[in-house]
């Protein structure tokens, strides 16, 4: 593991004046990158061939024949995949970037080499970006037990007597889920073996898949901040995501569900989308203390703890109760519904438009102001 000392090193050598603050090409770049052009840092995305234009061309910063601009991003590095950044991490750190963390970041370089090679300043916790991995010992479920938080409860295969969720990845593409649902062990095998025939899943993820009790309800996914200059927790806003080709099967009503071919039948439950939400007011004392254990629980078992963004993903049950059933240890993946306009929470809070990209800034530019920059960096 790169220690914070290692990164304050880096940072003695850095341009307190002109910090650039860079993300990978997808997830949330647009978001990070938005606020951070309108706190005023310059902005550097790193992409990869075939999926650089929309940060090259789209939202690159210009200027139109009558002297106009437009865009937000300064810059852009493109890669022949994603995992290359590695190479790129003396330049980087020429550019003073600050680099902010998706999912997309650890998943294409790889969490080893997110923790033991990129020499570059995180914004938040390197550590705890390890607690993601739902087949690590000390994954998010095993600090939600800490925490006391509630999670939906593990279920043995062969003990499956009512409606799972069996959480694996795709077969193909990395990033997205291999999710399905079963209510016996027989529909568990059945399930399975049709997805491994289609290529949605393979033997080997199976044998490692998270298999817990679906919660049946609506889904909130809870975009916080925690600042490690104010201790502070803030709420910045509510997504909730549309799913291909789940979305598309609860439109049809159950009788043509049923005359759809094998390879349609079961849904997927890769995400495309989000959408904003609010919640019931009466229920947000409930969350501001989900996310305040979380912080603790996070403060003590992966120090130095949450900086920055984290999500809570969340089903809640008839009773209005919460299960925790995912866990963001850094800028979720619905933020980009912030961007620009920020989120009715955020916005409310900071009596301005705030989104998480521009929060995080915010965070980073207070950070030099006050000469606290080792705060919020790993």
Same mark, same amino acid.
């Given at each position: 593991?790169?220690?914070?000392?290692?990164?304050?090193?880096?940072?003695?050598?850095?341009?307190?004046?002109?910090?650039?603050?860079?993300?990978?090409?997808?997830?949330?770049?647009?978001?990070?990158?938005? !606020?951070?052009?309108?706190? &005023?840092?310059?902005?550097?995305?790193?992409?990869?061939?075939?999926?650089?234009?929309?940060?090259?061309?789209?939202?690159?910063?210009?200027?139109?024949?009558?002297?106009? #601009?437009? &865009?937000?991003?300064?810059?852009?590095?493109?890669?022949?995949?994603?995992?290359?950044?590695?190479?790129?991490?003396? =330049?980087?750190?020429?550019?003073?970037?600050?680099?902010?963390?998706?999912?997309?970041?650890?998943?294409?370089?790889?969490?080893?080499?997110?923790?033991?090679?990129?020499?570059?300043?995180?914004?938040?916790?390197?550590?705890?970006?390890?607690?993601? $991995?739902?087949? $690590?010992? *000390?994954?998010?479920?095993?600090?939600?037990?800490?925490?006391?938080?509630?999670?939906?409860?593990?279920? +043995?295969?062969?003990?499956?007597?009512?409606?799972?969720?069996? +959480?694996?990845?795709?077969?193909?593409?990395?990033?997205?889920?291999?999710?399905?649902?079963?209510?016996?062990?027989? =529909?568990?095998?059945?399930?399975? =073996?049709?997805?491994?025939?289609?290529?949605?899943?393979?033997?080997?993820?199976?044998?490692?898949?998270?298999?817990?009790?679906?919660?049946?309800?609506?889904?909130?996914?809870?975009?916080?901040?925690?600042?490690?200059?104010?201790?502070?927790? $803030?709420?910045?806003?509510?997504?909730?995501?549309? $799913?291909?080709?789940?979305?598309?099967?609860?439109?049809?009503?159950?009788?043509?569900?049923?005359?759809?071919?094998?390879?349609?039948?079961?849904?997927?439950? #890769?995400?495309? !989308?989000?959408?904003?939400?609010?919640?019931? =007011?009466?229920?947000?004392?409930?969350?501001?203390?989900?996310?305040?254990?979380?912080?603790?629980?996070?403060? *003590?078992?992966?120090?130095?703890?949450?900086?920055?963004?984290?999500?809570?993903?969340?089903?809640?049950?008839?009773?209005?109760?919460?299960?925790?059933?995912?866990?963001?240890?850094? #800028?979720?993946?619905?933020?980009?519904?912030?961007?620009?306009?920020?989120?009715?929470?955020?916005?409310?809070?900071?009596?301005?438009?705030?989104?998480?990209?521009?929060?995080?800034?915010?965070?980073?530019?207070?950070?030099?102001?006050?000469?606290?920059?080792?705060?919020?960096? #790993?």
């Amino acid at each position: 593991m790169i220690e914070r000392e290692q990164i304050l090193e880096v940072l003695k050598n850095y341009d307190k004046e002109n910090i650039i603050i860079g993300a990978i090409g997808s997830h949330s770049a647009l978001d990070i990158a938005d !606020g951070a052009k309108e706190v &005023g840092f310059r902005t550097l995305i790193v992409s990869q061939k075939g999926r650089h234009r929309t940060y090259a061309e789209y939202y690159k910063l210009k200027k139109t024949k009558d002297s106009l #601009t437009k &865009g937000f991003i300064d810059e852009v590095i493109i890669l022949e995949k994603f995992g290359k950044i590695i190479d790129i991490q003396e =330049e980087l750190r020429k550019k003073n970037v600050i680099f902010i963390p998706n999912r997309s970041f650890v998943v294409y370089t790889g969490i080893d080499k997110v923790e033991n090679d990129f020499l570059v300043p995180l914004f938040g916790s390197r550590n705890l970006l390890r607690s993601e $991995e739902r087949s $690590e010992e *000390k994954s998010y479920y095993w600090l939600l037990e800490k925490a006391g938080l509630p999670y939906p409860e593990p279920v +043995k295969p062969e003990d499956i007597n009512e409606l799972v969720i069996v +959480k694996l990845p795709h077969a193909k593409k990395r990033l997205e889920r291999g999710f399905f649902t079963a209510a016996s062990y027989k =529909e568990f095998r059945e399930k399975a =073996e049709k997805l491994i025939k289609h290529g949605v899943i393979t033997e080997e993820d199976l044998a490692k898949a998270r298999i817990e009790k679906y919660i049946i309800g609506p889904v909130f996914n809870f975009d916080f901040f925690y600042s490690p200059i104010d201790e502070e927790i $803030e709420l910045l806003g509510i997504d909730w995501r549309f $799913e291909t080709s789940l979305d598309g099967h609860v439109r049809l009503p159950a009788s043509q569900q049923l005359t759809l071919q094998e390879h349609q039948f079961e849904p997927e439950y #890769t995400v495309c !989308g989000h959408a904003s939400s609010t919640l019931r =007011e009466s229920l947000l004392e409930k969350v501001f203390d989900m996310a305040e254990r979380y912080v603790e629980a996070a403060k *003590k078992y992966y120090s130095p703890g949450v900086i920055g963004p984290f999500t809570l993903q969340t089903a809640v049950d008839k009773d209005l109760n919460f299960y925790i059933y995912d866990v963001a240890p850094r #800028t979720g993946g619905g933020t980009n519904i912030h961007m620009a306009m920020g989120h009715p929470y955020g916005n409310a809070l900071w009596r301005k438009p705030m989104s998480t990209g521009r929060r995080i800034a915010l965070e980073i530019k207070r950070a030099i102001e006050l000469d606290e920059l080792e705060k919020v960096v #790993t």
